[in-house]
């Protein structure tokens, strides 16, 4: 599960922000913020993604570097608020 | 006075004294002093002198701040490159300025070994924070720079020498350095710390990019009252921001309309959760009157300060903040020590209620563009003295009958993006200078966040998607510079005379939105 979100969340930064181009693509790890891979309003658009791909909404005290700068801290935050939207 | 020295004052005064924060560490005025020092003997050690230029290509990091202090001590000229700078823009800085030193970061280095390949000339030192491997060869450490003995470099600068470079889109495509001197800058930071009431105690948070003079003036500004500047490298999150800046304790809050749009976004946000802010300001596009009722709901302690101006003079007029309820659409009156009027074709001022060209009067006005005597003739001109030349801000303005400023529009084609100016001619460019293009024109288009979003429109020879444009926007221009809309056609709209008119264009695109 991990890693497909992971593979979703790779498939859209290549998309979105680096027009298709993989090569630009940051480690798991990497700060999207620190490689420049995004900028305020791409973090909008990531967020926008996240709730329509994984079909939960993210409270705006969420939208943290701790959960979304980097594939890694997505991938986690995404797998703790699933659960949660498929309780609901 | 030089630039350098706020800094030595204010160490002098409180050496102890917080001066710099950032996410990686803090620095005292005694730090930052001393590491500017060392920095400044290394660059003469590698043969940086007097009126050199030198090239800060960083983002908000705190060498940077030590980068532009330490190219002042040495005596040189210091040029601020936004970090999304691409390599081809790069190179015609390069080209253009002649840098004796190019101070960088590690992720940045790809970058500029691009856009120093091949090139001969004067040869550069390039000076770079290290990456996880250290330095590669041919490039110096500035770790090891800052390792040097601090001493003071006897280089004979004077406050008319040339202290900062700072380049800006130019209508013609093709960036123009803005010169300005040690005076130039004192006069200009000395006028906005008198209408800011600024502190010593005072705490800035400022997410804006060094490269950006509204950025730049943050640390210059701080660094000269001995108060403390928290510098972030985003406004991406903007939760995270506040909570830094309650746990810092922030008084000083600059911002731009893209930045109050986020804010007011956020709905878990109430009135009283900044309690230490003192004011707030705003400036590179004006603020919707509804943004400006709301933010002072949410900021009901702190003074908010619409401002106007362009890096040519810095900062042109402010509106005192007592004024905000009777006119908030103005952008008021001209900062302490300068003027600003309306003229009209001929240069005459021109009475309250008719639009003209906004011009600017005082120490603050730029000494020209770096080697460019017909750009910086259309701009500066004679004035009422004989000894003096008028900046004409290419900016068309109208007044009030007490003298209050309004914005009414450009003169010419300058589109203004999350508060940067981009020259459509620039995008264009870039955008022709893909194969199978024949035609493209470029132009803003309104957004709620941006201000105003890049568009294009584009006329191609062979299959072209709209997102091979983009891609090809993104490896060539500051991401900011990037279109967001890409509209591809068979032909451009043209006027009567058969010219291709960005005005029909904008209104074809605007609709694709």
Known sequence: ????????????????????????????????????????????????????????????????????????????????????AAAA | MRVERFLSKSTGRSPGKTALVTAERRLSFGELDGMAGALAAALAGYGVRRDDRVLVFMDNCWEAAVSIFGTLKAGATFSPINPSTKAGKLAYIVDNCEPAAILTQARLLPVVREALAGRGGRPVALI???????????????????????????????DSDLAMLIYTSGSTGQPKGVMMTHRNIDAASDSIVTYLEGRSDDIILSVLPLAFDYGLYQLLMSVRLGATLVLEKSFAFPQAIFETM????????????????????????????????????????????????????????????????????????????????????????????????????????????????????????????????????????????????????????????????????????????????????????????????????????????????IAAMVVCSTELTEREIMAHCARHLEEFMVPKIVMLRDELPRTDTGKVSRRLAAGALEGAE
Not at chain 2, 387 to 415: A, Q, S
């Open chain 1, 1 to 84: 599960m991990f890693e497909m979100t992971k593979q979703a969340l790779r498939a859209f930064m290549v998309e979105s922000f680096l027009f298709g181009e993989e090569t630009g693509l940051p480690s798991d790890t990497e700060s999207l913020i620190g490689a420049g891979i995004i900028d305020s309003t791409g973090v909008l658009e990531l967020v926008a993604f996240i709730e329509d791909r994984f079909g939960f909404t993210i409270a705006d005290t969420d939208i943290v570097p701790d959960n979304l700068d980097s594939i890694d801290n997505i991938a986690a935050f995404v797998g703790r608020n699933i659960p949660n």
């Open chain 2, 128 to 158: 770079s924070t290290e990456g996880s491997d250290g330095v590669p060869d041919g490039v110096i450490s500035f770790s090891a720079c800052l390792q040097e003995e601090a001493e003071c470099v006897g280089h004979g600068g004077i």
């Open chain 2, 246 to 453: 309650r746990r810092e304790r922030v008084t000083g809050l600059p911002l731009v309309p893209t930045m109050a749009a986020m804010i007011l976004r956020l709905p878990s946000l109430g009135p009283g959760m900044l309690p230490d802010l003192r004011y707030l300001t705003n400036t590179a596009a004006a603020l919707p009157t509804e943004h400006i009722a709301r933010l002072r709901n949410l900021f009901p302690g702190a003074k908010l300060y619409s401002m106007y101006g362009l890096t040519e003079c810095k900062r042109c007029t402010y509106l005192p903040p007592e004024e905000l309820d009777r006119r908030p659409d103005s952008v008021g009156i001209a900062i302490p020590n300068t003027e600003a009027f309306v003229v009209d074709g001929e240069g005459r001022p021109v009475p309250p209620g008719v639009t003209g060209e906004l011009v600017i009067r005082g120490p603050h006005v730029m000494q020209g563009y770096w080697r460019n005597p017909q750009a910086t003739d259309a701009v500066l001109r004679a004035g009422r003295k004989p000894w003096e030349r008028l900046l004409y801000t290419g900016d068309v303005f109208r007044t009030d009958e007490e003298g209050y400023l309004y914005f009414v529009g450009r003169k010419d084609d300058i589109i203004k993006t999350r508060g940067e100016k981009v020259a459509p001619k620039e995008v264009e460019a870039v955008i022709h200078s893909l194969p199978g293009v024949m035609e493209a024109v470029v132009t803003g288009v309104p957004d709620p966040v941006l201000g105003q979003a």
